[in-house]
């Protein structure tokens, strides 16, 4: 059974940093675009990164230049580095696997989630 567990997700400081683990299991997800996308209470599910299977990276606007995939392959885990957070930036936090296809900022180009993990940032 495929399984995205997520974690690092807790409360933090504005300007402070925080690394999320999306770690895979069931079948090797090294070839796949994975993304990550994030709910606050009360929004529609937001695109956050992409980082491709040749780790090719893609950001939505509002972390551009504050948040960095990354992957471990050897590990079957993928990153999200999150840096200059935000109190904007509380949300949870979901990893997903990439079904293929040229989109990767909508929901419905991905098949396996996570659980999501919880991020919240003080001012």
């Known amino acids: 059974q495929v399984q995205l567990v997520e974690s690092g997700g807790g409360l933090v400081q504005a300007g402070d940093s925080l690394r999320l683990s999306c770690a895979a299991s069931g079948r090797t997800f090294s070839s796949s675009g994975m993304g990550w996308f994030r709910q606050a209470p009360g929004k529609e599910r937001e695109f956050v990164g992409f980082?491709?299977?040749?780790?090719?990276?893609f950001y939505g606007s509002s972390v551009m230049g504050r948040f960095t995939c990354s992957r471990d392959r050897a590990k079957n885990t993928v990153y999200l580095q999150m840096r200059r957070l935000k109190p904007e930036d509380t949300a949870v936090y979901f990893c997903?696997?990439?079904?293929?296809?040229?989109?990767?900022?909508?929901?419905?180009?991905?098949?396996?989630w996570g659980q999501g993990t919880q991020v919240t940032v003080s001012s």
């Open positions: 980082i491709g299977g040749s780790d090719d990276t």
């Open positions: 997903a696997r990439h079904a293929g296809g040229s989109t990767v900022v909508d929901e419905s180009a991905y098949d396996y």
